[in-house]
Structure formats: structure tokens, C-alpha cells
């Protein structure tokens, strides 16, 4: 969808229209609600990894603590039922970050090469925001690999705390920090060689462990990348540039180590047990219950006591990032920037914490495919509530679209969810799409979650979302619901465009 700068203006006219008659004509209030002029607001994106949604205290958590979340969420949308379009971090973020969905980008697990398998003339979404004139800065990781990405990242004007394409040429960093020197600990470099066995098994054992990091939270990479963006703030509101800076937290990724600091903001013993224990006779991935889980837990399952300790540590890392992002959100407003920046905080994907006995990602249940999602857009009238509509990180480049007038390309997989924003109780998608691989996909609506693998011990499975929201029944040879099987597989196999609100298109 290449348009004219006349035609952007004409479609943000006629979208602040749309949003403001929405679905509810006779609610008066929603006929008068419409978004701002968001055309020349800068965006922030602040991106952290593996993050379960089931953890922000405003997300109804009663023992992580997140206040700068929390207190962000009284100003800006919180989406209660945001999916992702992919089990792992490089199929998310190439869906995300190009608007396709992992079937269309031929991205679908983290050793497929993103640059090498997109559609060709493909853009990302830095490229788009470049394009517009918008002056970008990425501060760590943002694509999954470097490798992944060499064209795409030559459209950032500043990387920081991240790898450089070959040829990119920008200015030094904005600031330095000492190294970091942990006494006592010997030092575990890794192996030369990413595909011999030796480097597996040593990200294998820095990736399988939890506690105390020994760190103080001022020497955390996180922390630092938190610091920086505050450096690149000050500067961008000094230029007066229109700005996109995205900021990432490596936490609550594996291992789930943290300050002790915030370690201390929790009893392990008070952890309540997860729900749905594992159970390997009915187990979608039972492989995990008798082998191991990728990233922790990688070869056995823990111990009751473990199983609690490893929850209180991922909380810990939660609670960390909280601080960075609230440290990030306090010097927007200082620079003054705040009541003209979007900002979007987001996970790349969920996360399993011990529930069916399982942990991180990659799998096509709900504790993978639901994320945390802020958004807040000074001025929009939803900010404050949460929106329990369907929206998808597929959606965001055509969002983005809308508000800044990117130029949207026309094969986008996802729609704009401004409307959202305005009147975030309108009726709108009524399923959301994951995919594992070509053959085991799920679609999800507000009732049923359906599945079909292309091997393992099930080749489908059915949810009941209303009765068994941790998905703990498959009833997909139940004959009570044949009728709903039937349907939801017919939904799958229609596809995104099938789900789409009453009267929008692509």
C-alpha cells in the first residue's frame, strides 16, 4: 500500500473518523473520542525476551512486583490478549518486524536465516521508519542475529550494546562503562566453533541456571542498555528529531539470574505450585517431561523446591527489567518527550514457568503464545484501560502505518489496531494464528484453542478455553464437540483474513 502524502492525510483524517464512530454509534462518548495528531510523534519500542504474561503485577500477578509497569499502565492500552505469530524469538521478530506471517517470511524457528529466506524486497520495519525520514537507534538486540540481519540493521543511523553489519558506519558509542569482574568465578569462554558439540553443551550450561548473578544491578548488561537509551534520549531531545529507538532487556531470558537486589524481593517458599502438572500420558510434548527442556531444566525435571525457586528467580528478572524500563519512561519525561513519543512494551514471545511440566517457549500453548503488550499513544482516549480484544504483533507495521504514516507494504498479514486505541471494547478480530512449523499450527479464539501436528503423540488437539483455560483436556475425540472441531479446523485452514473484524480488510 504505497501512498501519496496526500493520500496519508486523507486516510488520518478518515481514521480518526472511523475510530470515533467505531462500532457503538449511539454511545456519544465514543462518537466524540478520536486520536491525536500522531504524525510527527517519535516511537519507543522496548523489547524483552522470553516474558510471560502471566507476570506483570497490572496483569493481575499478586507477588511479582512490577510498580513501574504497573504505573505505566495507568497511562497507556494494556492489551490483556496480545499472540504472537511464532514459538521462538526469530520467527516472532521477522513476523513483527516485516508484518508476515512465519509461513509467508519462511521464518519459523531460530536457525532459519531471516535475510536469506524473506520474499524478496521485503522491508522491516526500521527500514520503513528510515524511509519515512525518521531518525533510528537500536540499543542491543533487536533482530535474533546480526547474521540474520546485515541489510536490514543498515538502516539504524545508531546501533548500541550490539554486533555492527559489515560497512555500517556510524558514530561511536555514547557512552562506556567499565568491565565487569566477577571474584571468585573462572572464566567460561565460549567455544570458537557455534556448531561443534562443545559449544551446544556450553550454551547449554550457561543457559541452564538460576539465583544470584552476582552482579550489582548497575553492571547488568540490562541495566546499561537502560543507560544508554537515557544518553540517546537526552540527545534526540536536544536535536529535535523525529525518532524511532528501540531498547532491549536480555531478561527474563535464560538463565534466570538477577542482582541479588531483587532476589530479595522474594520467598521461594511462598511460590504457589503451578497449575496443570505435568501429566505424560496426555502431554502434547512429552519429550520434555522425559528428556529435558530447551533453555533450563535440560535434562531432568526439578525438584518441587526447585520448581519454586526457578519461579521466584524468573520474578526476580522481572522485577529488574521493570526497574530499567521505569529508569527509561522517567527520563522521557524528564527530556520532555514524553507527551510526544508512542511507546510500545512487549515481550517477544511468553514463556513456560513449571505449568504441564514444562518451561520456556516452543510450544503452541497459551503460555507461548500470549505476551505482555503496552501501548500508549499521548492523548489516545483508551489510555488507562485494557483491551481484551485479539490483537497480533503481526499488526504492528499496519499500526504504525496509521499513526505515523509509514508507508505500509501490501502484503502486510496484519491489520492496523488504532481503532483500538480510541475505543478499546469494540468488536474486533475473533481468532489469533500461530504457527510451529508448516504442519503443527494452532488457532485460537475466545472460547476454543485448536491444534494439528505433523507428528508426535497427538495429530490434533482441542481446547476448551471457557472450562479449561490451561489446556489440560484434549476433547479433540471427544463427540460432544465434533461440530466445534469441525469448525475451528475449517478456521485454520481459512486463515488470518477469515478472523478479521466485521467490515475491515487487509
Known amino acids: ?42 516511537v519507543l519500542f522496548i523489547i524483552a525476551e522470553d516474558w510471560s504474561a502471566q507476570t506483570p503485577g497490572c496483569y493481575g500477578n499478586p507477588i511479582c512486583k512490577t510498580p513501574n509497569l504497573d504505573r505505566f499502565c495507568d497511562a497507556a492500552v494494556r492489551f490483556d490478549s496480545a499472540y504472537v505469530q511464532a514459538v521462538a524469538c526469530n520467527p516472532s521478530r521477522t513476523s513483527f518486524l516485516t508484518g508476515l506471517r512465519p509461513l509467508t517470511s519462511r521464518v519459523w524457528n ?9 520474499p524478496a524486497g521485503t522491508l522491516t520495519l526500521p527500514e520503513l521508519l528510515k524511509k519515512k525520514g525518521f531518525t533510528t537507534a537500536v540499543v542491543g538486540k533487536f533482530f535474533h542475529q546480526i547474521e540474520y540481519a546485515e541489510k536490514q540493521l543498515m538502516a539504524f543511523d545508531r546501533i548500541e550494546s550490539y554486533g555492527k ?54 553492571e547488568e548488561g540490562d541495566y546499561r542498555n537502560a543507560q544508554i537509551a537515557c544518553a540517546l534520549l537526552r540527545e534526540f531531545a536536544k536535536s529535535g528529531q523525529q525518532f524511532f529507538l528501540s531498547v532491549h532487556q536480555s531478561k527474563p531470558h535464560t538463565p534466570l539470574v538477577a542482582p541479588k537486589k531483587f532476589l530479595d524481593l522474594y520467598d521461594s ?52 527489567i521493570d526497574a530499567n524500563i521505569g529508569m527509561i519512561l ?87 489496531f488504532a481503532p483500538l486505541l480510541v475505543n478499546p471494547d469494540q468488536p474486533w478480530k475473533k481468532a489469533v494464528f500461530l504457527v510451529e512449523n508448516e504442519t ?44 466445534a472441531k469441525q469448525e475451528m479446523a475449517e478456521l485454520l485452514k481459512a486463515g488470518w483474513k477469515a478472523a478479521l473484524p466485521e467490515g475491515r480488510s487487509q
Open 110 to 118: 531460530n536457525g532459519h536465516e531471516m535475510d536469506a529466506r524473506l
Open 165 to 218: 553489519p559489515p560497512g555500517w558506519k556510524g558514530p561511536e558509542p555514547i557512552l562506556t562503562f567499565p568491565p565487569v569482574t566477577r571474584t571468585g568465578v573462572k572464566r567460561d569462554p565460549a567455544p570458537k566453533d557455534k556448531k561443534s558439540k562443545a559449544y551446544a553443551e556450553w550454551r547449554r550450561r550457561n543457559s541452564d541456571r538460576y539465583g544470584d548473578s552476582g552482579l550489582e544491578p548497575e
Open 330 to 416: 522517567d527520563e522521557l519525561q524528564k527530556q520532555g518527550l514524553a507527551d510526544n513519543t508512542i511507546v510500545f512494551i512487549m515481550g517477544d514471545h511468553g514463556f513456560h514457568l513449571g505449568d504441564h511440566g514444562f518451561w520456556s517457549k516452543y510450544s503452541m500453548l497459551e503460555a507461548t503464545r500470549r505476551a505482555p503488550l503496552w501501548v500508549r499513544v499521548p492523548g489516545a482516549p483508551a489510555n488507562g484501560k485494557v483491551c481484551r480484544q485479539f490483537v497480533e504483533f503481526v499488526d504492528f507495521i499496519p499500526t504504525l502505518g496509521d499513526l505515523v504514516g509509514i508507508e505500509v507494504p501490501a502484503n502486510v498479514e496484519g491489520i492496523s
Open 440 to 483: 503443527n499450527q494452532v488457532v485460537r479464539t475466545k472460547k476454543y484453542s485448536y491444534m494439528t501436528f505433523g507428528n508426535g503423540p497427538f495429530s490434533e488437539a482441542l481446547f476448551d478455553l471457557e472450562k479449561d483455560p490451561w489446556e489440560t483436556v484434549n476433547l479433540a475425540s471427544d463427540p460432544a464437540y465434533a461440530k
Open 269 to 320: 517458599a511462598k511460590i504457589p505450585d503451578p497449575p496443570a502438572p505435568p501429566d505424560l500420558k496426555t502431554s502434547l510434548y512429552p519429550r520434555r517431561l522425559t528428556v529435558g527442556n530447551p533453555d533450563i531444566f535440560t535434562n531432568r525435571q526439578p525438584s518441587p523446591k526447585e520448581v519454586k525457586e526457578a519461579i521466584a528467580a524468573y520474578y526476580a528478572c522481572v522485577s529488574a
Open 1 to 42: 500500500m504505497n501512498r501519496t502524502p496526500i493520500q496519508r492525510s486523507i486516510i488520518a483524517l478518515a481514521l480518526a473518523a472511523a475510530c470515533s464512530l467505531a462500532v457503538f454509534p449511539g454511545d456519544a462518548r465514543a462518537a466524540a473520542a478520536k486520536l491525536p495528531d500522531t504524525s510527527k510523534m517519535n
